[in-house]
């Protein structure tokens, strides 16, 4: 099966050449031209048809969707918009695709249309733009880190602790739920299930991580996590991916730095290495918005907004400060914040994304939150109020990283633990790590799929990952 792949034959120079290709048909126009896209490019290739030397019953099969080999040769193009086409000297049909049965057309579909058929959407411009990021945005993750001689870690996706200490855990067990097997007290008797205990998928990497800047002093983590919240919201997945950098002797400020300087080298790559895809992204994004009222309008193109966000330093503040300048906002005052802002309390994405695109116009690291709403591995300033947490805040995605200097002393630890009602017996391989060797360490977790959001300008988590878990929803 040789072939020449769509994205080199558009590279060459036309000089009649014999070529032969293979893709799926995107459009077959006039009974003349094929636009035909095999996947290396964004770029479909224009194959001529001189639909006299052709039988009629084959070219009545070609429709968008089939899949041909074509034999021809390359030559300059007549047309304005493309350099070089190819003149068919044989079309062999691979495999049929039937107009009236096949989903896509070559028309517009909505974005909620193509989550249905998320098999097929794949097939579109816009998921190959999506995807292709995606992928080069996962190597220059791996690059970044290993660049800096991070050593690359593999958290177990099965567990028996809850990281976050937040309960949003989906269990896991071969245990027959139409006959579970109870204690004496009515409880689940989980020594009878696979793991003899309560198991269940990752919430994420962090804690393990920490075990191993323990011996490496600098390690990431890139993988699966899992939350069972009930967040039916354009930025929450069920399953999501994850990066979890964690260094030893790193404090906060060490931490924000890194992070920033992270972002930074991936926004940078997806300009440098898309260029084709994100022009297509941002049309698409320019006419998504003229759909949708002037006051909710992005002000900035998709290109212009990513190297914005690498020329400025981010703003770097505390939650404090803050909570201050949002109570004395005209927005607050006007009563615009559907959850009223006070000190203690969880920030909204309205409040974050009001921070960043109407306060600051840039990226925002918010410090020093609250304790009460954090996990209990952050490290606890002198005030007995806030711990060492930074939230990044992105425009249009409001939180993309979540992390903290972590509390490396014993003593403090173990107390907020039983404050927090988390086992110290059940994890007293977590509390060893301040046992033997303790040393001050930070580290933080960037959620892929809000990168991913941010670098394509996708308005919903769910249409950049191939196939998205939500609540009530598990199709493919
Ligand atoms: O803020 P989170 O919950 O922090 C942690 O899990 C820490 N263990 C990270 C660390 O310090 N190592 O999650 C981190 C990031 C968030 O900032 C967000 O980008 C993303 O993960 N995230 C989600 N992304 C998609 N869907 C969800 N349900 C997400 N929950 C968190
Ligand atoms: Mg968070």
Not at 88 to 99: K, M, N, T, V, W
Not at 355 to 380: G, H, N, S, W
Not at 388 to 404: T, V
């Amino acid at each position: 099966m040789k072939r020449t792949k769509i994205k080199d034959l558009l590279q060459w120079e036309p000089q009649n050449q014999e070529v032969t290709v293979m893709g799926w048909t995107r459009t077959f126009r006039n009974n003349q031209f094929i636009s035909l896209n095999d996947g290396s490019t964004i770029q479909n290739l224009q194959i001529v048809v001189d639909y006299t030397k052709f039988p009629e019953e084959l070219l009545k099969r070609i429709h968008t969707g089939t899949s041909l080999k074509i034999e021809g040769i390359l030559v300059p193009s007549q047309g304005k918009n493309q350099k070089s086409e190819v003149l068919a000297q044989s079309i062999e049909i691979l495999g049929d695709c039937p107009a009236e049965e096949y989903p896509l057309q070559p028309k517009k579909h909505s974005l909620e249309f193509l989550r249905e058929i998320a098999h097929l959407r794949l097939r579109t411009t816009t998921f190959q733009s999506v995807f292709r990021i995606r992928n080069g945005l996962a190597f220059a993750i791996h690059q970044f880190f290993q660049n800096k001689g991070f050593v690359y870690i593999h958290s177990p996706i099965i567990t028996s602790s809850d990281a976050e200490g937040a309960g949003e855990m989906f269990q896991v067990t071969t245990l027959d739920l139409n006959n579970v097997p109870k204690d004496e007290n009515g409880k689940v008797d989980y020594s009878q299930d696979f793991f003899g205990k309560a198991a269940n998928l990752t919430v994420s990497g962090q804690l393990e991580a920490e075990l191993g800047a323990m011996s490496f002093s600098e390690v990431y983590t890139f993988g699966p996590t899992f939350r069972a919240e009930n967040s039916n919201t354009p930025r929450h997945l069920a399953e999501f991916w994850m990066i979890e950098p964690e260094m030893a002797f790193y404090d906060l400020n060490d931490n924000m730095d890194l992070a920033e300087e992270m972002l930074k080298y991936l926004i940078e790559y997806t300009l440098k290495n898309y260029p084709e895809e994100l022009q297509f992204l941002q049309q698409r994004q320019l006419e998504e918005e003229k759909q949708k009222p002037q006051n909710e309008r992005n002000t900035m193109p998709l290109i212009e907004k990513l190297e914005f966000c690498i020329k400025e330093p981010f703003e770097r503040l505390s939650y404090t400060k803050a909570i201050e300048i949002l109570e004395n906002s005209s927005y607050n005052k006007k009563k615009k914040f559907q959850f009223p802002v006070k000190w203690g309390m969880d920030l909204q994405t309205e409040h974050e994304r009001y921070l960043v695109e109407k306060e600051f116009q840039k990226p925002v690291i918010l410090t020093d939150y609250p304790k009460e709403i954090k996990a209990f591995y952050m490290r606890q300033n002198e005030d007995g109020k806030t711990v060492r947490a930074m939230d990044i805040l992105f425009p249009g995605i409001g939180e993309i990283i979540g992390g903290s200097q972590r509390e490396e002393r014993y003593e403090l630890l173990y107390q907020r633990m039983k404050e927090m009602n988390i086992s110290t017996e059940e994890m007293y391989w977590y509390l060893d790590t301040r046992r033997f060797g303790t040393v001050p360490h930070s580290g933080f977790g960037l959620g892929f799929e809000r990168l991913v959001l941010f670098c394509t300008g996708m308005s919903n988590i769910r249409d950049v990952i191939p196939f998205p878990r939500t609540p009530k929803n598990c199709a493919f």
